[in-house]
């Protein structure tokens, strides 16, 4: 069994075949999907998803940090608010975060919306999944101040190097997730993991993007996770089953599945 622990499968993109993904997914061995929220545009979608499928699909909720800024900060934060403490239930906060990439003035508000959640989910004793993009030095900075034994989740997406890894897990109740990246050629990250144990590690897509070789450049979907697996296969020395084990039974305490 593998576990996509990331994907935007109620994404417009997949409006024309989503049915047809998650059959393909369940036929790949991909039998749990975990949904990360993008911001109160996309809730309704999501939940609907999980709803129609609550033994697959299971959502998380937060704010994406490209979707905070001075305008939009406190309607976003009382939107996810009500949602994580009222009676649905959620396996994580998130995808929450810094990104740097497209515009730094927002960089206060981004700061504030994830001290919040992350409270949040401490209260809530939820892990959560971060996004960080160009904002290692920031994230580590709030991540060194919040950081206990009562905070755990994932660094989604991960792309750093190993010194960065490290400073993740040594938090004590982190995963990175690998994506797509680990499958490109000259991407490096395959260098990185060589440092890095498996039992750190749990894979995800973040569908529709990042799809993994062959497939780079186009759709990303759930159902090439074990491509994921695959080239970790190669990285470790062992097998897809190997890699399966190991990578679901971390998403699945880590995210009390």
Not at 158 to 177: D, M, P, R, S
Not at 212 to 218: D, E, Y
Request: net charge negative; hydrophobic share 40%; charged share 25%.
């Amino acid at each position: 069994m593998l576990i996509d622990t990331h994907t935007h499968l109620y994404s417009s993109k997949f409006d024309e075949d989503r049915e047809t993904v998650i059959s393909d997914c369940i036929a790949n061995g991909v039998t749990k999907l975990l949904l990360p929220n993008i911001d109160s545009n996309s809730t309704e979608a999501m939940l609907a998803l999980a709803d129609k499928y609550p033994s697959v699909c299971y959502p998380m909720m937060g704010i994406h940090p490209c979707s905070i800024n001075n305008d939009t900060i406190e309607k976003e934060l009382a939107h996810t608010k009500e949602y994580l403490f009222s009676n649905r239930k959620f396996i994580a906060v998130g995808e929450i975060g810094i990104d740097l990439h497209w515009d730094k003035t927002t960089l206060d508000a981004q700061i504030f919306a994830f001290k919040q959640q992350i409270e949040w989910a401490k209260e809530l004793n939820l892990p959560i999944a971060i996004h960080a993009r160009e904002a290692f030095n920031e994230i580590f900075e709030v991540l060194d101040e919040l950081n206990d034994d009562n905070l755990n989740g994932v660094l989604h997406c991960f792309t750093g190097n190993v010194e960065q890894a490290k400073h993740i897990i040594n938090y004590g109740g982190f995963k990175l997730g690998i994506g797509g990246v680990v499958t490109f050629k000259n991407g490096g990250l395959d260098k990185v993991l060589n440092e890095i144990e498996l039992k750190h590690l749990i894979l995800e897509t973040d569908a529709p993007y990042l799809a993994p070789t062959p497939h780079r450049g186009k759709r990303n979907s759930s159902q090439y996770i074990p491509l994921i697996g695959d080239k970790l296969a190669d990285i470790y020395g062992c097998t897809l089953p190997d890699i399966a084990k190991v990578t679901t039974k971390n998403a699945i305490e880590l995210f009390g599945l």
